[in-house]
């Protein structure tokens, strides 16, 4: 329930593109994007933040990736990885 | 051996080498190799009799060789070849065998070996042994040849693999202990030449003409070509053909089991080593989505344990990284009918939660962040790639900016409405002033959904957390009383409270504790004190007031936690809870199992009707007694009902009151009358409070604006005030501790947080200017 009330939150947010939930196979769980989109994101932010990880941890074993933003020129997008999903979150960070 | 064996030699042995055919080519390949000029036991020979045993000791204990390297480790190389002990014994005999045998065969090869010669065959005999073992046709030679040859292996010299088993023996026999008078004892060493080694001998064919034979060659060769020519045709050479008999071929066949091969590459990284090292320390960690996981992981998990050391054979899924996680939730997510409880399991997860509330703050920061560090006082950054179309805060600050550098700055009455629509800064064009005037600019709300439609009663900071806001919501008027909420604000989250805590009643006073920081103290409408835990996301209240028989029968209006120097008691600080109400007492509650409390004063009411009245700031325990004073104070001052008392923080003995007979009066401890008057508009003034950063400025609100004065700069008019929405009242202010910020709550459940610019700068030293100030007040 508060889980929803703050996704929900999120969506309403301004700027806010989209929002994915997506588990560690790629299928989405929650979206407000259409599916194809949706999965392709899914795949390609998964390699990065397998990437990612791998990168940290290889400096310090110890340690682990927790947040990963990515900025470009019109949006900035925003992943939040875990052993079994993924949170995708697409802003707009000029508006 | 050799020496008993030499002594049943004929000496006419010698001759052998040049004599048959068959010895000579076993001499040959007896005399197999190499000239191996080792200086080293052919002593062997010389000597006789019983000091073989000593040679072949001397000559065994080459074998005990060691090598060391530069650390003086033993890197002596091992036989590859271990023989059986067992085999040892008929060593003796067999080589009196072979002696034996070889001296039927008269080989001249043993002549070698005679002792009484005095030239002696020496020995690189020994180096016979490593080859002639391999070539040899009669294998009993050989390994009687070796063993005896063996005996004189020098010991630089590599032991070969083909070496026999009476090898071994010999060598293993011959090491005996080694005594210091053995080591020291004198060794004789002979060198004799050995007899000429004929490798290869062809005889000449030619012959010379002049010689004695000449002749006779001549002769027979005529005599073959006589032959040559007749024998074709010639009945005494007949062709005749033979068949040979070609042994039966045997083939033999034989199956194995297909070797399978795979490639299998891997990528190993350095936590992946770190990974399966740890994971038998971690326990698994049960799902709660269901019992695969408990089987998957614990297979998983026993693989890792066997391959801790090596890389870890990736999971089917074909990826090169391996990762104990990964493949199980691969394994996992193939089940079917367990994904969608699987993904229910992730939405409600803790780690989700968490991740939810994160991005949420990372949005608010990506919104909020000129504003926030506006806030912070950081100089604001402009992002180069942010398009300029839109409007709002960004754009609202840009030009905000500008207009400071240059220096377009309006008149003090001309306050541009900050806080309602910031794009209305770009209208305000002014002529350029050397002086930038203080103003108020407008960051940001604290205002969400749940809050709308509540006033703003109060607010108090987190002592610990400087960014963590009160606010306590309750109707404004008396007259409806609504359900209030304290909510909890953050300054990472301006657009959902931290925490909600819904109340019965209107919150209309709360503070946090000192002492306890998670402690937040609310005093409601109907004159009952509740306190929360703010750490927990709970609604429930830690401590109610409500059974308690003492509690105030009107609304708490101000409350404080106090913090109390007991030296007498030695019990250190403590803190109490401190409340006024409407009732006319002051309390002092304490936190046992149920709130309950006792009178610390009552407040007497004179002339006037007061309906509501004052609340207390204390800074210090013996303020209470000040209290009292001020009290009587009061008696006198408002026509209407006294809002607020705020003491000077710089100033121990000064005080400022506000009431609803619009004026802000600034009154002296020890006098009872008002110092200095302030009012400035004909309304409400709802509060008031010194600003932490300079002894002559405080702020204050009525119902439309909010203004800050500033004693050093004009005690006529306020510096710089704010008008609010027409509709929106303001209610309370606060300042904020560490930064030039203010709060104005107003009546719509809003909070807002403006930015203090161009204040004049705090001074520690204006508690002397304000006595100045209010000098020439005091006289009179």
Same mark, same amino acid.
């Given at each position: 329930a508060e889980v929803e009330e703050t996704l929900k939150r999120i969506q309403a947010h301004r700027g806010v593109v989209a929002t994915m939930v997506v588990n560690a196979e790629g299928i989405p769980i929650r979206t407000t994007l259409d599916n194809s989109t949706t999965v392709q994101y899914a795949g390609l932010l998964h390699q990065l933040t397998m990437k990612a990880r791998s990168t940290v941890r290889d400096i310090d074993p110890q340690n682990d990736l927790t947040f990963l933003r990515i900025r470009s020129k019109k949006h900035e997008i925003m992943v939040a990885p875990d052993k079994e999903y993924l949170l995708i979150v697409i802003q707009n960070p000029c508006e | 051996m050799q020496g008993p064996a030499g002594g049943r030699r004929p000496p006419l042995v010698r001759q052998g080498s040049g004599a048959s055919s068959g010895s000579q080519r076993r001499t040959s390949i007896l005399s197999g190799i190499y000239a191996n000029k080792a200086a080293s036991c052919r002593s062997l020979s010389t000597t006789s009799d019983g000091k073989a045993v000593d040679r072949a000791s001397l000559v065994g204990n080459k074998y005990a060789t060691r090598v060391f390297d530069d650390e003086g480790k033993d890197v002596t190389p091992r036989p590859l070849f271990r023989s059986d002990p067992n085999t040892v014994v008929p060593r003796q005999g067999k080589l009196l065998a072979s002696s034996a045998y070889f001296g039927a065969t008269g080989s001249g090869f043993l002549s070698s070996f005679s002792m009484h010669q005095t030239s002696g065959v020496n020995g690189s005999l020994g180096s016979f042994s490593r080859t002639y073992g391999s070539s040899s046709t009669s294998l009993s030679n050989a390994s009687t040849t070796e063993s005896v040859l063996d005996e004189i292996v020098e010991p630089g010299s590599r032991q070969d693999t083909a070496v026999s088993l009476s090898d071994v023996q010999v060598r293993q026999e011959e090491i005996k202990e080694w005594t210091k008078e053995d080591l020291g004892r004198r060794v004789d060493i002979y060198l004799t030449e050995t007899e000429t080694i004929w490798i290869l001998d062809m005889p000449s064919v030619v012959v010379s003409v #002049?010689? #004695?034979d000449a002749g006779r060659v001549l002769e027979q060769n005529r005599i073959y070509v006589d032959i040559c020519k007749n024998r074709p045709g010639n009945d005494r050479f007949v062709e005749k053909m033979m068949q040979t008999i070609n042994g039966a071929a045997k083939n033999k066949e034989v199956q194995c089991d297909k070797i399978i091969m795979e490639d299998k590459g891997m990528l190993v990284t350095s936590w992946d080593l770190y990974d399966s090292f740890n994971v038998s320390e971690i326990e698994p960690t049960s799902k709660a989505e269901g019992s695969r996981a408990t089987t998957g992981k614990s297979s998983k998990s026993h693989t890792a344990k066997e391959h801790n050391q090596t890389m870890l054979v990736s999971s089917n899924r074909g990826s090169t990284t391996s990762s104990l996680m990964i493949s199980e939730s691969a394994v996992l997510a193939r089940i079917h009918e367990e994904e969608e409880c699987h993904s229910e399991a992730i939405l409600t997860s803790e780690n989700f939660q968490q991740n939810l509330f994160f991005m949420e703050r990372i949005l608010m920061e990506n919104i909020f962040q000129p504003k926030l560090a506006a806030y912070r006082q950081f100089p604001v950054l402009i992002d180069p790639d942010v398009t300029s179309d839109m409007s709002g805060t960004v754009a609202a600050v840009k030009e905000a900016k500008q207009e400071e550098h240059d220096k377009e700055k309006k008149d003090k009455e001309e306050q541009k409405d900050a806080f309602v629509d910031p794009s209305i800064l770009s209208d305000l064009n002014k002529t350029p002033e050397e002086i930038v005037p203080p103003r108020l600019e407008w960051l940001w709300s604290y205002i969400c959904d749940l809050t709308n439609g509540h006033s703003v009663s109060s607010m108090a900071w987190s002592k610990v957390n400087p960014d963590l806001l009160a606010v306590g919501y309750g109707a404004f008027d008396c007259k409806e009383q609504k359900k209030g909420l304290a909510c909890c604000w953050s300054l990472k989250n301006p657009m959902w409270p931290e925490r909600i805590f819904r109340c019965e009643h209107g919150v209309t006073a709360l503070d946090f504790s000192m002492a306890s920081p998670n402690l937040l103290a609310v005093g409601m409408y109907d004159g009952s004190v509740t306190i929360y835990n703010v750490r927990s996301c709970n609604d429930t209240a830690l401590l109610d007031s409500s059974e308690s028989s003492n509690k105030h029968t009107g609304p708490v209006w101000q409350m404080r936690w106090v913090e109390q120097d007991r030296g007498a008691t030695g019990d250190g600080k403590k803190e109490r809870l401190i409340c006024i109400s409407a009732d006319g007492r002051i309390t002092e509650w304490f936190i046992q199992k149920r709130l309950d409390c006792i009178d610390l004063m009552k407040i007497k009411r004179t002339e006037s009707e007061k309906k509501k009245l004052p609340g207390e700031k204390e800074r210090k325990r013996e303020a209470l007694i000040s209290q009292q004073a001020a009290g009587m104070c009061f008696d006198f001052h408002p026509k209407g009902p006294v809002y607020k008392v705020a003491w000077n923080p710089f100033s121990t003995d000064m005080f400022l009151s506000c009431s609803a007979d619009w004026s802000i009066i600034l009154w002296h401890q020890d006098s009872q009358t008002p110092i200095l008057t302030f009012s400035s &508009?004909? &309304?409400?003034?709802h509060d008031v409070m010194w600003s932490p950063k300079s002894a002559c400025i405080f702020a204050a609100v009525n119902e439309s604006r909010v203004e800050i004065w500033d004693l050093s700069a004009s005690i006529l008019n306020p510096v710089t005030s704010c008008f609010a929405n027409p509709r929106v009242k303001f209610t309370s202010v606060l300042f904020a501790e560490n930064t030039d910020c203010l709060l104005v709550g107003d009546s719509k459940g809003e909070v807002s947080v403006f930015e203090l610019q161009n204040l004049a700068a705090p001074n520690n030293n204006k508690v002397g200017t304000l006595h100045d100030i209010i000098g020439p007040a005091v006289a009179i």
């Open positions: - | #002049e010689s #004695e &508009a004909t &309304a409400f003034v």
